[in-house]
């Protein structure tokens, strides 16, 4: 069974940084591209970026680009999302997300998410 | 960056009924486009994708339509399990944008 599990979400202040992470299991992490993706309070879906299977192909969403890195370590089936600069905006849930198949663009399992506040 | 148009903003239905929900892109997606299921407190859930293959565990009452600017998601039937917000997103390069969300509430 596939299980995607953030961590590292919690209070900060604007300006400041954290680090996300996304424990995968149940598949082989490294064949797969993952996504991150967020939900502001009372707002909709909002893609951030994504990292291809080998890490070389990264992309992020205009508004965290600059600010935000997306990273893998498959020898810890991990995803990481380093996040800097942050501000009250960035306020959100944030889920992680595996591609369906290889090289395909929608994704099929998502974690439960975990919540980043931006406040002072 | 494509733009995602979702309408209506909301759907009042009551269960048995036929939801249909339009997604329209500022430009061609092809048939690159999904749509998911959000519950309050859940995971989005992946219902189609390539705009009409319906995922893994999907009931046949969900089906998907369109190809290049215009989408539809069709809902069979409503469950009570169905009301929920629906997301239409694109995937043919990044950024791979969400639309705003249909709201399905029941009548």
């Known amino acids: 069974e596939v299980q995607l599990v953030e961590s590292g979400g919690g209070l900060v202040q604007p300006g400041g940084s954290l680090r996300l992470s996304c424990a995968a299991s149940?598949?082989?992490?490294?064949?797969?591209?993952m996504n991150w993706v967020r939900q502001a309070p009372g707002k909709g879906l909002e893609w951030l970026s994504v990292?291809?299977?080998?890490?070389?192909?990264?992309f992020y969403a205009d508004s965290v680009r600059g600010r935000f890195t997306i990273s893998r370590d498959d020898s810890k089936n991990t995803v990481y999302l380093q996040m800097n600069s942050l501000r009250a905006e960035d306020t959100a849930i944030y889920y992680c997300?595996?591609?369906?198949?290889?090289?395909?663009?929608?994704?099929?399992?998502w974690g439960r998410g975990t919540l980043v506040t931006v406040s002072s | 960056e494509i733009v995602l148009t979702q309408s209506p903003a909301s759907l009042s239905l009551s269960p048995g009924e036929r939801a249909t929900l339009s997604c329209g892109a500022s430009?061609?997606?092809?048939?690159?486009l999904a749509w998911y299921q959000k519950k309050p407190g859940q995971a989005p859930r992946l219902l189609i994708y390539?705009?009409?293959d319906r995922a893994t565990g999907i009931p046949d009452r969900f089906s998907g339509s369109g190809s290049g600017t215009d989408f539809t998601l069709t809902i069979n039937g409503l469950e009570p399990e169905d009301f929920a917000v629906y997301y239409c997103?694109?995937?043919?390069?990044?950024?791979?944008?969400f639309g705003q969300g249909t709201k399905v509430e029941i009548k």
């Open positions: 149940g598949f082989t992490f490294s064949s797969y591209a």
């Open positions: 997103q694109h995937y043919i390069y990044p950024p791979r944008t």
């Open positions: 390539d705009a009409s």
């Open positions: 430009q061609s997606v092809a048939t690159s």
């Open positions: 990292i291809s299977g080998n890490g070389r192909a990264i």
């Open positions: 997300a595996k591609a369906t198949r290889y090289g395909s663009g929608d994704t099929d399992s």
